[in-house]
């Protein structure tokens, strides 16, 4: 018997908005990597998920969804899409069943890529399986997949047949990271993604599209973690909402956020929450690139 022969390589996961990229992920790789809550363009870093077999291993780059830019954050999430596209092997195109416009510009970047695509539809519990295969008929007409593959994030479905696809499309080679690790981030930015998912979770209308969020020190200490962090926002009136009546919205978001980060790191922490107002952060690009995006 020869040695097995072992693959290695990275899956950029492309879609729009809300498609369902940051469930898959998780499902994935069976933990809570990437923040995953119902509101569009959460995802703002490019979140590295590692998935070990014994004779594979995926590198998953999670991109913000296709968009146009804005200002100048989301240019900055576009440049990860771009990057994540460079640094790929293979691209997973993710689609929701029941889509109805795809913006042209989407396939526009496809076409300009040159490597396999895969074509992944997602939420296929949601609808009709003629509805469903109408839709990848259709999208198959304008842009030439390599694979369609059908799934349903949230549920579970056919995620192992997507990482057989996978397989199939990446080069040989030896594992880039050590097979039991997750992910290349720091425990300090998951700590900041899932006070941030809170916010998220917590708060309406503008006020988490405001907000960003800095791990100012991240101690391991002896019976706990302790974090100080800085919530930074536009305005002084977001500071007000953030921290509400009495300070009882802040209070609830700490609660929850500490919970989160115990459930992560599987310990203790204490967590100290500060509101910081940075007059127009998204639109100043030194900002933008102080705050890591």
Known sequence: MGEIEHKSGYAAIIGKPNAGKSTLMNKLLGTKLSITTHKPQTTRHQV??????????????????????????????????????????VILFIVEAGERKLPDHAFQALKDLRKPVI???????????????????????????????????????NIDGLLKVIKEHIP???????????????????????????????????????????????????????????????????????IGKGGRAIKKLGTEARKSIEDFVGRKVF????????????????WVRNLGY
């Open 172 to 242: 040989k080679g030896p594992p880039f990271y050590p097979k039991d690790e997750l992910s290349e981030h720091p425990v300090r930015f998951f700590a900041s993604e899932l006070v941030r998912e809170q916010i998220f979770l917590q708060y309406h209308e503008e006020i988490p599209y405001s907000c960003t969020v800095e791990i100012v020190q991240y101690e391991e200490r002896e019976d706990l973690d302790y974090i100080s962090a800085d919530i930074i926002v536009n305005r002084n009136s977001q500071k007000g909402m953030l």
């Open 48 to 89: 590295v998920g590692i998935h070990s077999e014994d004779d594979a291993q995926i590198i998953f780059l999670d991109t913000p969804g296709i968009i146009r830019p804005k200002y100048e954050l989301q240019k900055a999430m576009m440049r990860f899409v771009e990057k994540a596209e460079m640094d790929a092997d």
């Open 271 to 286: 967590l100290d929450l500060h509101v910081k107002v940075r007059e127009k952060w998204r639109e100043d690009e030194n």
């Open 119 to 157: 074509l992944l539809i997602n939420k296929i519990d949601l609808k009709e399986q003629e509805e469903v295969e109408a839709l990848a008929k259709e999208l198959n007409e304008r842009f030439e997949f390599t694979e369609t593959v059908f799934v349903s994030a949230l549920q579970g479905v």
